[in-house]
């Protein structure tokens, strides 16, 4: 008879374990290889497909005396560009962008469930919440850039054959709220000279003025929206039982911040046009070799 000792209990447990792991894990070459190929050639077929039915030809050479009517960043770039329209330059140049990466680099701090680590997908409601947050994202983005290019305006113009009313004008887009609406002068132009003293850090002195309207247009507003809408649409996917976990929630979001991401983008490349002024569908003219 054998005995058996507990450090060789341990030991099989140990290797038992460690088997385990070793048949859950994926191998580079073929597993990622593979896929990673057949993602190359797809992409590679899409682009020369699209080289070969759209004709998009070289413009003159660069003239630094004449800007081009509109003048727009390299793709990537015109989702930020798209914001730049709405808000404050500072705040959709440089504090949403930095704000947008430590948020999506903070998910695995705040989804610290370890069941179904590492899957996509993981959660029962997984795809529905995907779907949900994707329409939600891009139907919400689409809805507020229309209201600030005015398009509510534009067709209660070419349905009634008149003028918006007057006493309607602050609804027309964002910056009416700060232009027609009766705020008093005195917050129009606040003076911080004697507060913010630039002079007392090396810096010249600066005549520094606040205009409370133009804060709450560009500033306030943009960043309730931001971070107000997100909150909401938690808050009724945990009312409605759609997100149960952390995870849900996070997906939800996940897809919202990823169509809006792509919305953004689809509309800065191809629905603005001269003075970047929003262009409906219809009006889009492509160039068809």
Do not use: C
């Amino acid at each position: 008879m054998v005995a058996t000792t507990p450090d060789a209990v341990a030991s099989q447990a140990v290797r038992q374990k460690a088997r385990r792991q070793r048949d859950d894990e994926l191998l580079v070459w073929p597993d990622l290889v593979f896929i990673e190929f057949i993602a190359a050639m797809v992409f590679t077929l899409a682009i020369t497909a699209l080289s070969i039915a759209i004709n998009a030809p070289l413009l003159d050479r660069a003239n630094p005396a004449v800007t081009p009517n509109p003048s727009k960043a390299p793709w990537y770039f015109l989702n930020l560009q798209e914001l730049l329209l709405h808000m404050d330059p500072a705040l959709a140049g440089v504090v949403v962008p930095t704000v947008a990466l430590v948020a999506l680099g903070a998910i695995p701090y705040y989804d610290r469930d370890n069941e179904g680590q590492g899957e996509w997908l993981s959660t029962p409601n997984a795809w529905r919440l995907t779907w949900i947050g994707s329409i939600v994202g891009s139907v919400g983005s689409l809805l507020l850039i229309a209201w600030d290019a005015q398009l509510h305006v534009r067709s209660f113009v070419a349905l009634t054959g008149s003028e918006w009313p007057a006493a309607l004008n602050f609804l027309r887009n964002a910056r009416a709220i700060q232009n027609d609406l009766p705020w008093p002068d005195a917050i129009k132009s606040i003076p911080l000279g004697n507060i913010l003293r630039l002079d007392l850090l090396g810096l010249p002195a600066a005549d520094i003025t606040l205009n409370i309207p133009e804060l709450i247009v560009a500033q306030i507003l943009p960043v309730s929206l931001m971070i107000g809408l997100p909150i909401i649409f938690s808050i009724v996917l945990w009312k409605t039982g759609e997100a149960k976990t952390r995870r849900d929630h996070m997906i939800a979001q996940f897809s919202g911040f990823i169509a809006t991401y792509i919305v953004l983008t689809i509309i800065g490349t191809a629905f603005r046009g001269q003075g970047m002024e929003l262009m409906l569908p219809w009006q889009v003219k492509m160039p068809i070799s």
